[in-house]
């Protein structure tokens, strides 16, 4: 059965701490109805071409999973049969493989794998009343179900992404410890990035903020170029996926005036910045250097420089790191036009920059929790 256009589907965004806003507004500019931010996820409404939308357009999330039900559990019967109570046949067919896996925090139901096979073998009946087979082969496309019982609350999700949106598919390798694609995107959102914009980053290693940047600048969709796990279901419309690929390529800017400038004391991790930004499709915007961060010498009256340093528990030790610091807030001037946006995990980064930022963010690079430190005065 294939899902009505006009069918409405209640989705939740899983996302990075910290990014709950951004993803909520990137929601309701795509046109999403009933937006509510949680803390890490954002939830909304829409058809099936509003979920191939997210996919491929939003720059911040990390999947896009529809909400099958949520329910109280607090013991494995309640949790069997609320599963049971959800329609699982109106999104898995009878030849679907329907994999489980998920999470359990605060809650009576502690042991996941435990949750998982009770999950699972209640999604099992359900089908088996539905179509009327004793044995399901799940040799078809895969509906990954995801559950979350979180404070005796469970949710159970289908994942429509596959792999996780940060894999936009121009970075093949990165170099070490490299950047989330979802949070270099926020950064340039939160740095106020626009398409007239000259962007810096004199530690780019594999380029990361500097593509997504440029992305942003021409609406790039993030996803346009890769495959969603959803594509694959007969429930859903494959009309939904080609026409919103279509409307992305529709919304790129081809006039304007961004130019980025990247810059790093590794040739390797240069040479690896190129190749991801030919495959991204914006290497024509953006110049490479090899350079030192003591020879940083920008080469315009303005600019936006957005940089994630590497630090002590990354890459350096910790007297390293905060040396660099001190460098940065002497290279960093303050002078009309520019504006620095840096992101760390340092207390300490503000005295050892050598002024007060105007303004902090707490983001989480993976587990790692930091500060945005944003100077624009």
Known sequence: MVQSKDTTIRCVVPCLLGLEGLIAQELRDMGALEVAAENGRVLFSGDANLLARA????????????????????????????????????????????????????????????????????????????????????????????????????????????????????????NFAPLKETLAASLCSLAHLRDYHTLYDPMCGSGTIL???????????????????????DVLPQSAWAQERERARDLVKRDMHFQAYGSDIDAGALELARANADRAGVLQNIAWKEADLKDFSPVTEKGTLICNPPYGERMLDL????????????????????SYYIISPSEQFESLFGRRADKRRKLYNGMIKCQLYMYFK
């Open 55 to 174: 996919n491929i357009c939003c720059r911040f999330a990390e999947r896009v999973q529809i909400l099958v039900g949520s329910f109280p559990a607090k013991t494995f019967d309640e949790l069997f049969e609320g599963t049971k109570a959800l329609p699982w046949e109106a999104w898995i067919g009878r030849e679907d493989a329907f994999p489980v896996k998920g999470y359990s925090i605060n809650s009576a139901l502690f042991s996941v794998s435990d949750c998982q096979s009770i999950i699972k073998k209640a999604v099992v009946e359900r089908l088996k009343g539905a179509y009327h087979i004793p044995w399901f082969e799940e040799t078809g496309p895969i509906h990954q179900i995801q559950f979350s019982i979180m404070k005796d609350e469970a949710s159970l999700l289908l994942d429509t992404s596959g792999a996780g949106l940060h894999k936009r598919g121009y970075r093949l390798q990165a």
């Open 319 to 338: 007297q390293q790191a905060n040396e660099l610091y001190r460098m940065m807030g002497e290279k960093f001037d303050k002078k009309r036009g520019w």
């Open 211 to 233: 593509i997504e940047g440029a992305m942003m600048a021409q609406n790039i969709a993030p996803g346009v170029n890769r495959n969603f796990s959803a594509e694959r279901w």
